[in-house]
């Protein structure tokens, strides 16, 4: 009799654990010497080109409680609409802006920040322009896959609403939960895992 082996079936799923820090921030978990800076850290210098903006939020669970071990990383063009990608093929993006950054939510509030550029306009897979946006990525503690999210921008309304991946939300009221208001130079965009006012996720 032939066994059945199961070739190439899926492997189970593991959350992050709590070891998340140590791996992809290990000076902010007490461990000094790995990296003189924990990588992502700083996306900018005084070089940098475009409009300087903090991104500031929480990612909240489904009680209404700041994840306070969480990760969270973005990903984004520069000022221009370029992205730092060797895949770039429109043009040369600001070589004093990385593009990428992670940020651990603070042990105290479970609040993340990064101080960046405000994006340019980047076009859809079809050649529309997309609104300005920042892409998420969240993982922490309980979440087996990484979470995929946008941040869009409150003072860009009109851009918003030519936006290609924004028109295809169903139901309209969730567009909210990706769009950040300012106030100054400061977004907040909190992140919300579940409940009534959960955030958007993407499935890519």
Request: proline share 6%; hydrophobic share 35%.
């Amino acid at each position: 009799m032939v066994q059945n082996l199961g070739y190439l079936k899926e492997s189970p799923s593991q959350t992050a654990g709590p070891y998340v820090h140590i791996g992809c921030t290990p000076n902010f978990a007490g461990i000094t010497g790995v990296y003189e800076t924990d990588l992502g850290s700083s996306m900018v210098n005084d070089k940098t080109l475009g409009e300087r903006i903090t991104v500031r939020g929480r990612v909240i669970d489904g009680a209404g409680t700041p994840l306070k071990d969480a990760v969270v990383e973005i990903w984004q063009a520069d000022a221009a609409g370029l992205y730092n990608s060797p895949s770039e093929l429109r043009g040369a993006a600001d070589p004093n802006f990385s593009g990428w950054g992670r940020c651990p939510t603070s042990a105290d509030e479970g609040v993340f920040t990064f101080e960046t550029v405000k994006p340019g306009r980047v076009p859809y897979k079809d050649g529309r322009r997309m609104a300005p946006h920042i892409t998420f990525w969240i993982v922490a503690r309980g979440i087996n896959i990484g979470l995929h999210t946008r941040m869009y921008f409150a003072d860009e309304p009109e851009a918003n609403a030519e936006d290609p991946l924004l028109a295809r939300i169903e139901h309209r009221h969730r567009v909210a939960t990706l769009v950040a208001p300012r106030e100054g130079s400061i977004y907040t965009f909190d992140i919300h895992l579940q409940g009534e006012n959960e955030t958007v996720f993407l499935d890519i």
